[in-house]
């Protein structure tokens, strides 16, 4: 499984952004994808989290503001991110657990400026 990340930039406090989790390769296994995001000299949190049926789960620190979604057809994850504010930069990763094992994707960078 690969996971390609993307949409990430520079926002100001308040702006919204789309993310989106590109998945390819063995697919079909994949029962929950989460988006996560690590701030400098911090570590790595759980955002939001969307399983194969649907089910979401967000931080605390996000509910609310963001959305996690899923087209299956494009086996893509999206997260909305709404009313952000500068404590949510961070570089945002998105895994997918397939069976026991976890995949990540390379980064993507949000900065929200004040």
């Known amino acids: 499984v690969q996971l390609q990340a993307s949409g990430g930039g520079l926002v100001q406090a308040g702006g919204s952004l789309r993310l989106s989790c590109a998945a390819s390769g063995f697919t079909s296994n994949i029962n929950i994808v989460g988006w996560y995001r690590q701030a400098p000299g911090e570590q790595r949190e759980l955002v939001a989290s969307i399983t194969r049926s649907g089910s979401t789960d967000y931080a605390d620190s996000v509910k609310g503001r963001f959305t996690i979604s899923r087209d299956n057809a494009k086996n893509t994850v999206y997260l909305q991110l709404n009313s952000l504010k500068p404590e949510d930069t961070a570089i945002y990763y998105c895994?997918?657990?397939?069976?026991?094992?976890?995949?990540w994707g390379r980064g993507t960078l949000v900065t929200v400026s004040s």
């Open positions: 895994n997918a657990q397939s069976g026991r094992t976890g995949y």
